[in-house]
Nanobody
Framework: QVQLVESGGGLVQAGGSLRLSCARS????????MGWYRQAPGKQRELVAR???????NYAESVKGRFTISRDNAQNMVYLQMNNLKPEDTGIYYC??????????????WGQGTQVTVSS
């Protein structure tokens, strides 16, 4: 069973930086993509950034130029470097893995989330 554990959240002033980490454990047949989603109070969960198996990436328009997603396959880690943070970046950030299980069925796995709070 895949487990995802996020870390690195916290309280930061506007303009500051944070680096989120996601550690993956457990076996999976294949990984299609890994990404970061966030959910602000009273809003739906939204995609922030995603990196695919071919290393292509995509970002939400609101974070382009400020956030960078990367991964370390050897360490089973995915990172989100967040620079020039804004109060609207506040929310719970979730790590996501989309892949195929042993039955080759596509599945989504989620971490428990880490809180990011940006003060103005």
């Amino acid at each position: 069973q895949v487990q995802l554990v996020e870390s690195g959240g916290g309280l930061v002033q506007a303009g500051g930086s944070l680096r989120l980490s996601c550690a993956r454990s457990g076996s999976i047949f294949g990984i299609t993509s890994m990404g970061w989603y966030r959910q602000a109070p009273g809003k739906q969960r939204e995609l922030v950034a995603r990196i695919r198996s071919d290393d292509s990436t995509n970002y939400a328009e609101s974070v382009k130029g400020r956030f960078t997603i990367s991964r370390d396959n050897a360490q089973n880690m995915v990172y989100l470097q967040m620079n020039n943070l804004k109060p609207e970046d506040t929310g719970i950030y979730y790590c996501n893995l989309n892949g195929r299980d042993r039955n080759l069925l596509s599945r989504d796995y989620w971490g428990q989330g880490t809180q990011v709070t940006v003060s103005s």
